[in-house]
C-alpha cells in the first residue's frame, strides 16, 4: 500500500508491472475503490505497468472535508500521475472514472494518450437529481439508497450470486462524505464540448443492463470522438469488469494492441 502526499490530504495507490511497461491508468465508480479491477487484473497481458488508485473520499484514502468539484478529481489524477511518473498513459475510467478521464484528456495530452470510457457520459444525469441523491444519503446514510443504485448497477442475475453481497458492503463502506462529494463533482460536469474536441484513440464500453450510463448514453459520449470504437458488453450493468471480467479484459486487450501497445 501506497500513499501519495497531496498537500492537505493523501490518496491511496497501488502499481502493478514492470518498471518499463506499458503505463495504464484506471479510475473507478463512484462508491468502489481501486479493487473494482481485481477480476481483470489476472486477465491482463504481461507489460504492462498499471497504477490504480483510491479517489478522494474513497477506499483508503483521505476524506477531505466539503463538496469537491471535477477540477479537483481531474487535479488529483494529474497530481498522481506526475508524482509516479506515468505519462503518454492510455486511462481507463469507469463512471465518474471516466469523466475524470474525459478531463484530464482534455487538459494533459502529454499525460494521456488515449482513453477507454467505460459506463459513463459527457454529462451523467442532471443537478437537480444528484441533489435528490445527496439529500437521501445525507439524511439516512448509503443505505438508504443502497437498493435504488445496486438495482440500476448489476444485472438481477448478477444479483443472485454468491459475489453480489461483497459489492454491497464495499459500496456500504464509502464514506458518507466522499460519497456526497464526488457525487456533487458528477452534478456539477458537462464535459460535451471539451469532449468533443478531444482526438486520441478512445474506445467507448457500455453494458445492456446499466441503469446508470445506458448504452445509448456511452454511445452518444463516445461518437463525440472522431474514429472512436465502441463495445457493448450483453448481460452486464454498470460495471462490466465484474460481470463479465473476461470480456472486458479482452476488449481492453484488443484496444492496447489496436494502438501497438501490446
Known sequence: M??????????????????????????????TDLRLWDPIMPLLPAGLRILRYDKRGHGLSDTPEGRYSMGALVGDAEKLMQMTGFKDAVFVGLSIGGLIAQGLAAKRLDLVKA????????????RDMWEDRIKT???GGLEAALETTMTRWFS????QTPDYPAWENLHLQT?????????AAIAGTDFISSTSGLRLPALGIA???????????????TDLIPGSQFHLIRG??????????EEYAEVLTGFLKSQGLV
Open 156 to 159: 438481477k442475475k448478477f444479483r
Open 2 to 31: 501506497h500513499m501519495a502526499d497531496m498537500g492537505k490530504f493523501k490518496l491511496h495507490y497501488r502499481i502493478d508491472g514492470p518498471d518499463d511497461g506499458v503505463p495504464v491508468v484506471f479510475a473507478n465508480s463512484l462508491g
Open 175 to 183: 464514506p458518507v462524505a466522499g460519497w456526497v462529494g464526488c457525487a
Open 115 to 126: 482513453v477507454v470510457l467505460s459506463n459513463t457520459a459527457a454529462k451523467i444525469g442532471t
Open 207 to 221: 453494458g445492456t443492463e446499466d441503469g446508470s450510463t445506458p448504452p445509448d448514453l456511452v454511445r452518444e459520449m
Open 137 to 139: 444519503v445525507e439524511a
Open 236 to 245: 452486464a450493468g454498470h460495471l462490466p469488469c465484474v460481470e463479465k471480467p
